[in-house]
C-alpha cells in the first residue's frame, strides 16, 4: 500500500479561503483519523486473535504441520501488523495536515489580535496625552465627564481582555507546534517500522520454505531434522562452556552497578518471563542444553516482530548472526551492547536487527525485534547481562580465536569467563513497577 502525502500550501489556502471552510476541511481531517482509530482497534483485536492461536498451536505436539501452521499463523499476524502500521501512518499524515491548518489559523488570529492590540493601545496613548483641564473642558458637566471615566475604565478593561487573549493564542500555538513535532516524529517511526515489518515478513516466509525444502514436506525428515539440531546444540554447548571455563578475568565488584537499583530497563514493553537465570527447573532437568553450566540469562516470550529495546544507554559493541554459520543451533541474530556502568547486554534470537557495530543508542531505542532465530522452541528474547570486563566477540584468529569443531567453521558470537555472566533480575525494574 503506497501512501501518497501530499500537504497544501496552508498560507495560501488561508488567504483564498474563508475560516469557516478551513475549520470544515480540519473538521473532515479529524473524522477521517477517528475512523482509521476504529480501524485500527479492529485490526489489533484481530492481531491478539492470531497471538491467542499461536499460543494454542505451541501447546500443541511438535511436528512439521504445525511448525508450518505456526509460521502461516505468524505470517498472517505480520500482515495485519503492516495494516496497522499503514492506518498509523495515513492517521499521522492526517494529522500533520489539519495542525498545520490550525497552526497557521491560530497565526492568523494572533496576527489579528496584535494588530488590534497596538491600535488600542495607540488610542490609549492619545488619550493619557490630555491634561486635567483639557479634559475638563472637554467635559463640562458631571453626567459627560462620569461618561468619560466610564469609557476610559472599560477601555483598560479591553486592554486586559485583548492581552490575555493574546497570551492563551500563544500558549495554544506552542502546544499545536510541540503537537505538530510530536506527530512529525511519530510518522518517522511508523515509516521506519513498516520498512522493518515488510523485511520480518520476508524473513518468515525464507524460513517456511527453507524448513519445506529441508524436510522435502515429510514428517519423519522433520523429525529427523529436530533431532540432529538438539544433538548438534548440546554439543556446541558443551564445547562452549569448556572454552569459557578456560578464560580468566578478574572482576572488580566495585565497578559494578548496585543490585536492586533497577539500572537496566526492561527490554520488551510487555513483560513476561518465561525462564530465569542460572539454574532453573529447565536448566537442572536437562543440564545437556547448557553445558551444564545452567541458563545464562533470562528468557522474555515475544512474538514475533515486537520492537526489542535498548535497556540503557551505550554503545553497540557488535552484532552477529549464528545461522549464517551453524544453523538454528545457538543465538540466531544477537546484538551486543555495552553501556557506561561496567555491564554489557546481550539480545538473542532477533527476526532483525536495526542497529550495527558502533551505533550509539539511549534507553529505549529499537535495537532490533523479537524472533525465533538460532536455536529456539517458540518466539522470544534471550537477554543476558554480562560484566563488560569479561565479555568479548570470538574471533577467527588471535587470542579470542573460537573455530567450532561442532560446526566446522568460525562461529561469531560474545563469549565470557564464567564469572562474567550476572543475573538479569538483579539490575531490572520489578515486574510490576
Known sequence: MKIRIFIPCILVAIVMMPRYVVAGIIADLQQKIAERTGEIANLEKEITLYQEELDRTAKQATGLNNALKQLELTDKKLETDIRV????????????????????????????????????????????????????LAHPTFSSFWSFVTYL???????????????????????????????KANLLSYKGRLVDQKDIVLVNKDTKERLLTETKNKESLYGDMLEERIAKREALEREIAEFEERLRVEIDPASLPETGTGVLSWPFD???????????????????????????????????????????????????????????????????????NGISTLYAHLSLIRVKAGDEVARGDIVGYSGNSGYSTGPHLHFTVYATAAVSISQPTGPNKYVSKICGTYLKLPLSAKNGYLNPLSYLPKIGI
Open 85 to 136: 502500521t499503514e492506518s498509523k501512518i495515513a492517521s499521522a499524515v492526517d494529522s500533520i495536515t489539519a495542525l498545520k491548518f490550525d497552526i497557521d489559523i491560530t497565526g492568523a488570529r494572533i496576527a489579528d489580535n496584535s494588530k488590534t492590540l497596538k491600535k488600542t493601545l495607540r488610542e490609549r496613548y492619545a488619550l493619557e496625552s490630555y491634561t486635567l483641564p483639557e479634559i475638563l
Open 153 to 183: 475604565d472599560k477601555f483598560q478593561t479591553t486592554i486586559r481582555t485583548r492581552v490575555e487573549s493574546l497570551k492563551d493564542l500563544r500558549v495554544s500555538l506552542e502546544e499545536k507546534e510541540k503537537r505538530l513535532n510530536d506527530e
Open 270 to 340: 510487555t513483560v513476561f518471563l518465561t525462564q530465569y537465570f542460572g539454574n532453573t527447573p529447565f536448566a537442572s532437568a536437562n543440564p545437556q542444553v547448557y553445558g551444564n553450566g545452567g541458563h545464562n540469562g533470562i528468557d522474555l516470550r515475544g512474538a514475533v516482530g515486537t520492537p526489542v529495546k535498548a535497556a540503557l544507554n551505550g554503545t553497540v559493541v557488535d552484532t552477529g548472526d549464528t545461522d549464517a554459520q551453524c544453523y538454528k543451533v545457538s543465538y540466531g541474530k544477537w546484538v551486543l551492547v555495552r553501556h557506561y
